[in-house]
């Protein structure tokens, strides 16, 4: 029962879905299967939100350490869920009522989102610019060929998109502008960069036919194993 | 007083401060006014806040750490739950439910109930351990999987396999060709020009191959397969350093936003 449901689950929905795509009638079906994730993908946001509401109340009510810090993170989501559930002070209400955008502006859920996530988020993002900044100090070293090739590539892509790189080479004749940086930096993008990501897509694709495969002929099992109760 | 009661409070009088010096006393619409202060405030602290790990971990990064958790996971939940669950399932799974969240109500669609079923299958997994139904979930995971595996089987080997494969070997290599005379007499490394966009296609036609070359375990990597391979590497780290380029500019772009957004909107250092 724990086991053999879920199994039946996956071949019968997996072996659908793959005919589905060779017999027409039944193409609206894989549609429909996309619109079933993101409403599944709802719940799974909220089997997120409350395993994490769990642990941290669970934190804060048993004082362990730092418990002060889950207490913030409990405080902030259930004031962002209020404000975006209950669409608290969206001035769309009065007229178009739970219809009302959610990010309409002004709203007290976008408000908060512009004060607290967006800055939060691009000053994580933003705080990578350093570790990376110190990852390349050690990682690009010409110690052989390879790393040398890792190393020219990257430092054209950035100079080329640098006001120095631009100047340094901006006196070259039309007849060499390949070897302007800019124009060095724009191939290496479009062209050499696109050679080793196709080789890399069309591993992946095999990687994933080969590995649905498995999965819809139940032979790949492991997302059916472990917290048996 | 200890330290643990003097920070927090202290921080909140200079935050309060910032939010009055921020706060237009001359607007019209007082409310707005004082979001946009605390929209600016609030931006600056917690970039500060986050900055702040450049030292060492601190109590200011671990404030504003788990504020993001927090408000990101219920963000996220808000979002889903009106874009996908009311906009997308309750209009056509009941009238009463769609007037009451002011939805139209499109017709019924018993299909619409399979994810709800699921969904609901997987929050079992929230229900206390002593109820021993936790493993429901599973289902779910299984539709997951299977759906996923599924969908993308067929759309990978069209999109990626396929058609990647044809793009390639489709390119051609003497593009423009009228001649050798009219190719040696033309001859330039302009950007746009004929023997650029040749090198062009050789390196993606030879590229695509030694790199696949590479990826191919089967056969010892030794002689002039070995060759080939070793070409493939080589490919491979100017992808990876044209990625790790591109993501440092990214990154970078991205300080500078955050930096403009302190000295400019926030400290007013810069206009």
């Known amino acids: 029962m724990k086991r053999t449901i879920p199994w039946i689950i996956t071949i019968v929905t997996g072996f659908v879905l793959v005919i589905a795509e060779f017999v027409p009638p039944w193409g609206k079906m ?7 994730f993101q409403i599944i993908s709802v719940f799974a946001f909220f089997l997120g939100g ?20 889950a207490l913030v993170t409990v405080v902030g989501f259930f004031v962002m869920l209020a404000l975006g559930l209950f669409k608290l002070g969206n001035p769309e209400m009065a007229t178009a009522g739970y219809a009302a955008d959610l990010n309409a502006n002004g709203s007290w859920f976008k408000n908060l989102f512009d004060a ?11 705080l990578l610019a350093f ?6 100090y050690r990682a690009f070293r010409a110690k052989n060929s390879d790393a040398t090739v890792l190393l020219v590539s990257a430092f054209i892509i950035l100079m080329g998109q640098t006001f120095v790189g631009v100047v340094a080479t901006g006196w ?3 007849w060499v502008s390949f070897f302007k940086v800019e124009n060095l930096s724009l191939w290496l993008l479009a062209k050499a960069n696109l050679a080793g990501q196709r080789a890399i897509l069309i591993g992946i694709a095999l990687g994933i036919v080969s590995m649905s495969l498995r ?3 139940g032979i790949e099992r492991t997302h059916l194993s472990g917290g048996d109760e | 007083m200890n330290r643990k009661v003097m920070i927090p409070i202290a921080s909140i009088i200079v935050f309060i401060g910032f939010l009055l010096l921020k706060f237009d006393f001359e607007a019209v619409d007082s409310s707005q006014a004082l979001w946009d202060a605390f929209i600016v405030t609030a931006g600056g602290f917690l970039t500060l806040m986050i900055f702040s790990f450049l030292y060492r971990d601190n109590p200011f990064y671990k404030f504003a750490e788990h504020l993001y958790v927090g408000v990101s996971a219920a963000y996220w939940m808000c979002v889903g739950f009106w874009s996908n669950i009311v906009q997308q399932a309750i209009p056509h799974l009941s009238p009463w439910l769609s007037e009451a969240l002011d939805q139209p109500f499109l017709g019924y669609k018993w299909d619409y109930w399979i994810p709800i079923a699921f969904g609901l299958l997987l929050l079992t997994r929230l229900l206390p351990d002593s109820l021993k139904i936790g493993w429901l979930s599973k289902w779910t995971l299984a539709f997951i999987v299977a759906s996923t595996a599924g969908l ?15 793009s390639t070997m489709s390119l051609p290599l003497l593009p423009d060709w009228t001649g050798f005379g009219d190719f040696v007499s033309n001859f330039d ?5 004929q023997f650029i966009k040749m090198l062009s296609n050789w390196v993606i036609v030879v590229g695509v191959i030694s790199g696949l070359v590479y990826f191919f375990f089967s056969k010892e990597h030794t002689g002039w397969f070995g060759r080939v391979s070793r070409l493939g590497i080589w490919v491979l780290m100017v992808t990876f350093g044209a990625s790790f380029g591109y993501t440092v500019m990214g990154r970078v772009s991205l300080l500078v936003g955050r930096l403009t957004f302190l000295f400019r909107d926030w400290a007013g250092i810069i206009s």
Do not use: C
Request: aromatic fraction near 12%; charged fraction near 15%.
């Open chain 2, 189 to 193: 490394l302009s950007y746009g020009g």
């Open chain 1, 131 to 136: 570790f990376i900044a110190s990852a390349s």
């Open chain 2, 152 to 166: 993308l089987m067929t759309a990978n080997l069209k999109a990626n396999f396929i058609s990647q494969i044809s």
């Open chain 1, 50 to 69: 409350g395993s994490l509401l769990k642990i941290n109340l669970q934190k804060v009510f048993s004082k362990r350490t730092d418990w002060e810090y």
């Open chain 1, 215 to 217: 999965v819809i002929l």
């Open chain 1, 30 to 36: 894989r549609e429909d299967v996309l619109i079933y």
């Open chain 1, 116 to 126: 607290v996530k967006a800055p939060l988020s691009a000053s994580m993002y933003s």
């Open chain 1, 172 to 174: 070259m004749p039309d």
